[in-house]
Every structure is written in C-alpha cells, then in structure tokens.
C-alpha cells in the first residue's frame, strides 16, 4: 500500500540560540507532498496546562462492538525526571474522537515510581484485554510488566503487575548489553506475540526484539545484543520503536528517533517509517530525515512521538503525542485516507 505524508513545520519567532537553524525541515526531502497532519482531532491535554505537563503515549484498539479504548501515560513536570508519570489512564468512546476516563492505574498502586508507555490491546483468541506498561521495578531497572487480562480495560487490577521482559544476564564478564528495557509496542502476528521495545544501550536508546506464544513469556529474536535498527542518518541520537500497522503483505514499522544536533534531542523526537516483511528485519523508508513533526511547535520542541496507527474501515487513524505551542503535549487524532478522491467528469 503506497499512500503519501508530509508535514511543513513553522517555528515561533523567538527561540533559543541553540535550537535555531537546526530543527529539520522535511518538505525538501519529500517533495511536493499534501499535508495529512496539520489537520487533527484534540483528545486530551494533561490535567495542568503549563510546560513539562504532558498526556501522552496513547495506545488504541476498537472492540469486537466496535468501542475504542485508549490507554495513555500522564505525566506532571514536578517529580524528578524519570519518575513523572503518575498514572495510566483508561479511557472510552463510541466514535474515537469524544473520550472518556473510565479507570485509571496510579503508580502508588502497583506501586511503582513512575510509568512511560503502556500498550493496550485485544487477545485475538479469549478476545480480552491485555494491559502491558514499563517503569523501574521495585527499585531495579526499567522493566516491562504485564497485569492481569481483564473481560475489558475498565477493570485491570494494579495489584497484579508483574515482570514479563527485563535485563537479562551478561554471557561473559565484558559484554554490553542493555541495562533497561521500556516503552513495548505489541501485537499478534504471524502466529505468536511480537513485542518491539526500547532497550537501553551504553546510554543510548535502540529497538529489540522479543517474542511470545503466550503473552507471558518473552524470549529475544536473534542477538539479544543486536538492535534492529542503528544509530544513524536523522536518526544517530537515538532509534525507538513506535507503532506496527500491517499492510497485507508486509508491516509499515513506524520508528521514532532524535538527532544528537537537534536541541535537547531526549526530548525533541521525530517518526519516520520503514517496512518489515518478517517484524525483525526493517528497512528504512525515511532515512534523509524524519517523516513527521510537530505542526504547533513550541520555543523548544517540535516533538511528535509515541504514536499508534491502526485501521478503522477503510482510514488509517492515528494518535499521538504531539508538542503544543504552550510547552503541554497533549493526544491528537489524524485521519489518513486510502480512497482516492472521485471527480465528476462532464459529458458533452
């Protein structure tokens, strides 16, 4: 399936001396394409509308009835960075576009210190819910933890979190490997579970690779020590999986990354594609630049992250966490046509 993207960022006037003249610009690369994401649907803002609030890493599917479900990250900009996401919030809507808070996970429930991105999703065989999310556990490292299967989103228990994906033990006393792992984008394809997932690497952030028959149990694809994909082109700073939208015959892999001239380039990231055939070897459609980000920048970020793209009938709809002019990151909708546009010819 070939369907064309393109976002013309425009900056505000005053910006930092470091930020100017280094955020990239994608309309060169891309050619004379039609904007899909400068028009969008507002979610949800986080609960304090000033710099450092953000709602965030929404992860969407739509039940067998037709429902839309989100789980999102909430994050307050007072706690030590790291430890700034208080909540995983379950919400609802009939149409994708009106939600509403229907449960809500707090990390002194688990507890936990802090959450990043959940991943929310429907067993395709007991057609229950399945909750996944990450944080440093039990005072270790970040880990990826699963709770309970639910009948449906709005009744997981905090209390049966546990650990499904975490650091595992060096083969020899010098190997490198990744200290911590977070942020998992799941599905089930190709007869088993696939979950893609940061993994923390000499301080830089890269994408594995695990697999399950069960949900339950992970195991590496390949290396354990290999990435899937490197730190390079736009993306040097770091590479991070974000969402996976199957196409029929292949995956559009949707990444997202940073460049280490960018300003603040932990917080200020992109997404670009590439297409997997198999779900581990990926290859990169945007490798000039990012594809995608922020159309509402702020002074200090043209963020554009985190986001999940799925199919409702015959669109592909797509939520994410985007920077907004006033320093918040807040969920937006897009809506990205596959029909052509009919014309009416006249006949003499």
Same mark, same amino acid.
Not at 117 to 138: E, H, I, N, T, V
Not at 272 to 280: A, E, Q, R
């Given at each position: 399936?070939?369907?064309?993207?393109?976002? +013309?960022?425009?900056?505000?006037?005053?910006?930092?001396?470091?930020?100017?003249?280094?955020?990239?610009?994608?309309?060169?690369?891309?050619?004379?394409?039609?904007?899909?994401?400068?028009?969008?649907?507002?979610? /949800?803002?986080?609960?304090?509308?000033?710099?450092?609030?953000?709602?965030?890493?929404?992860?969407?599917?739509?039940?067998?009835?037709?429902?839309?479900?989100?789980?999102?990250?909430?994050?307050?900009?007072?706690?030590?960075?790291?430890?700034?996401?208080?909540?995983?919030?379950?919400?609802?809507?009939?149409?994708?576009?009106?939600?509403?808070?229907?449960?809500?996970?707090?990390?002194?429930?688990?507890?936990?210190?802090?959450?990043?991105? !959940?991943?929310? /999703?429907?067993?395709?065989?007991?057609?229950?819910?399945?909750?996944?999310?990450?944080? !440093?556990?039990?005072?270790?490292? &970040?880990?990826?933890?699963?709770?309970?299967?639910?009948?449906?989103?709005?009744?997981?228990?905090?209390?049966?979190?546990?650990?499904?994906?975490?650091?595992?033990?060096?083969?020899?006393?010098?190997?490198?490997? !990744?200290?911590?792992?977070?942020?998992?984008?799941?599905?089930?394809?190709?007869?088993?579970?696939?979950?893609?997932?940061?993994?923390?690497?000499?301080?830089?952030?890269? +994408?594995?690779?695990?697999?399950?028959?069960?949900?339950?149990?992970?195991?590496?694809?390949?290396?354990?020590?290999?990435?899937?994909?490197?730190?390079?082109?736009?993306?040097?700073?770091?590479?991070?999986?974000?969402?996976?939208?199957? /196409?029929?015959?292949?995956?559009?892999?949707?990444?997202?990354?940073?460049?280490?001239?960018?300003?603040?380039?932990?917080?200020?990231?992109?997404?670009?594609?590439?297409?997997?055939?198999?779900?581990?070897?990926?290859?990169?459609?945007?490798?000039?630049?990012?594809?995608?980000?922020?159309?509402?920048?702020?002074?200090?970020?043209?963020?554009?992250?985190?986001?999940? &793209?799925?199919?409702?009938?015959?669109? +592909?709809?797509?939520?994410?966490?985007?920077?907004?002019?006033?320093? +918040?990151?807040?969920?937006?909708?897009?809506? /990205?046509?596959?029909?052509?546009?009919?014309?009416?010819?006249?006949?003499?």
């Amino acid at each position: 399936m070939v369907f064309s993207l393109l976002l +013309i960022l425009s900056l505000p006037a005053e910006i930092p001396q470091n930020f100017a003249g280094i955020t990239p610009g994608v309309a060169e690369v891309f050619g004379n394409i039609p904007s899909h994401f400068e028009e969008y649907d507002l979610i /949800l803002q986080p609960d304090t509308l000033e710099a450092g609030w953000w709602a965030g890493a929404p992860s969407v599917y739509r039940d067998d009835a037709g429902v839309f479900w989100m789980a999102c990250r909430m994050r307050n900009a007072t706690d030590a960075r790291g430890t700034r996401g208080y909540e995983i919030r379950i919400l609802k809507s009939e149409d994708g576009i009106q939600f509403e808070k229907v449960h809500s996970i707090k990390r002194e429930e688990v507890p936990i210190p802090g959450f990043e991105r !959940p991943a929310l /999703l429907q067993d395709p065989q007991s057609r229950a819910a399945k909750l996944y999310a990450c944080g !440093p556990w039990r005072g270790g490292p &970040w880990s990826i933890i699963k709770f309970d299967d639910a009948p449906a989103p709005d009744q997981f228990k905090a209390s049966t979190a546990r650990v499904v994906i975490a650091p595992f033990e060096k083969s020899y006393e010098h190997d490198i490997i !990744p200290v911590e792992y977070k942020d998992p984008v799941i599905l089930h394809a190709e007869g088993a579970w696939h979950c893609h997932v940061i993994g923390y690497l000499r301080k830089n952030e890269r +994408i594995y690779h695990f697999t399950s028959q069960d949900g339950e149990h992970w195991e590496p694809v390949g290396s354990p020590y290999e990435s899937v994909m490197e730190l390079q082109h736009w993306h040097d700073f770091f590479v991070r999986p974000a969402s996976v939208l199957p /196409l029929g015959v292949g995956y559009l892999f949707i990444y997202e990354g940073a460049s280490v001239n960018w300003y603040e380039p932990v917080y200020n990231i992109g997404t670009g594609l590439g297409f997997s055939f198999d779900l581990h070897h990926i290859q990169d459609l945007t490798v000039e630049s990012p594809l995608i980000l922020s159309s509402t920048p702020s002074k200090t970020a043209h963020t554009w992250r985190y986001s999940d &793209w799925l199919w409702v009938d015959e669109e +592909i709809w797509v939520y994410a966490e985007v920077a907004a002019e006033s320093g +918040i990151h807040e969920i937006r909708r897009y809506s /990205l046509s596959t029909r052509e546009k009919e014309t009416k010819r006249e006949h003499p």
